[in-house]
């Protein structure tokens, strides 16, 4: 008995000293979409015609085009394959209204491809070209606010929990 209660206190002690955050353990595995999707993910019963809101639960391919004190607005992107380049990612064209907002989590996990400074130097990217390093929701809101970088924004209960940046060169 007292040996349960010993690693269950010891659990608890790691989850509550940041190395896995509690209520990141319940966030559902989201398929993720293809990182260099060419079309624009729906979603499907979104209103548009109504005030912008939060986009159902799962993970969109799109990037931060706005962010206030209560929220930030993001939009789903696409990859454009380029004549005389790789591709580039566009969002959706002038006067379309296919936009979310949502609160970012207090906790929100934020995978830079770039790094933590505020120059962008280095690289930290897995393999997939995703970023892999963990910076704080101070670094996201930053970066945000400044540059349209895009990501793999996953969404959960109506808030951004998770950003990771895609390496575009």
């Not at 912008?52 to 930030?72: E, N, Q, T, Y």
């Not at 704080?136 to 945000?144: C, D, E, I, Y």
Request: proline share 7%; glycine share 8%; charged share 20%.
């Amino acid at each position: 008995m007292k040996r349960s209660l010993l690693a269950a206190a010891a659990v608890l002690s790691v989850a509550l000293a940041g190395a896995i955050p509690a209520e990141a353990a319940a966030i559902p595995d989201f398929p993720a979409p293809k990182t260099f999707g060419t079309t624009f993910q729906s979603d499907p019963g979104h209103d548009f015609t109504k005030h912008i809101s939060s986009r159902k639960d799962g993970i969109l391919r799109g990037w931060i085009v706005h962010v206030s004190p209560h929220d930030a607005e993001y939009t789903p992107i696409k990859w454009v394959k380029d004549k005389y380049s790789e591709g580039h990612f566009v969002g959706p064209p002038e006067g379309d209204v296919t936009a979310y907002a949502s609160p970012v989590a207090r906790n929100v996990v934020f995978l830079s491809a770039f790094g933590c400074s505020a120059n962008l130097n280095g690289f930290t990217v897995d393999k997939k070209g995703l970023g892999a390093k963990r910076c704080s929701r101070k670094v996201l809101l930053t970066r945000a606010a400044k540059f349209q970088r895009p990501s793999l924004i996953t969404v959960y209960r109506g808030q951004i929990v998770k950003v990771q940046e895609i390496y575009t060169p």
